[in-house]
């Protein structure tokens, strides 16, 4: 008897839960309003909006057809290495080979900042990184902890 009533406990703890785990489902965010306000909120400068077909100039590792989701901007001064960088990749299977893959670049972009701007490479070194599920938003820019209110703010559905 006492090996029916476990047996049923478990169905029914099973029942009861399913509705809960099957209704989770990945937290959405509007990327072209959070790429809007990081844009303006964090930028003085000119930030130029790079086309997502041309992600692989920029990031030779990364390929498009990877990603659902782009935006990227940079400055319009080469010498400030002001950049934000949204992504959504197809598959959570490949964000932690992105954060890998996108750290070896801006470890080798800050060592080619380091000759002629070192504080360039400083701020590129310090850069902000968010990850949420399937999303990935690097900022690099004067003001980390605006950008990562605004990016935490976004991510909660705010």
């Not at 959405?28 to 077909?53: F, G, R």
């Not at 901007?73 to 950049?83: G, N, P």
């Not at 590129?124 to 703010?153: F, S």
Request: glycine content about 4%.
């Amino acid at each position: 008897m006492n090996k029916v009533k476990r047996c049923l406990s478990g169905v029914l703890l099973l029942v009861l839960l399913f509705p809960l785990v099957a209704c989770q489902k990945e937290k959405s965010i509007d990327a072209d309003a959070l790429a809007k306000q990081l844009v303006d909120s964090l930028y003085s400068e000119t930030m130029l909006e790079i086309a997502p077909e041309r992600l692989s100039r920029f990031y030779p590792a990364l390929q498009q057809e990877e990603f659902a989701y782009i935006k990227i901007y940079h400055s319009a001064e080469a010498v400030l290495a002001d950049e934000l960088l949204i992504l959504q990749v197809k598959n959570s299977n490949q964000v932690q080979r992105l954060l890998a893959t996108l750290n070896e670049h801006y470890t080798a972009r800050a060592a080619l900042y380091s000759d002629y701007a070192p504080q360039e490479s400083d701020r590129i070194q310090k850069r902000t990184v968010k990850q949420e599920g399937r999303w990935l938003v690097v900022v690099i820019c004067n003001n980390r902890e605006k950008a990562v209110g605004i990016i935490d703010n976004a991510f909660k559905g705010g």
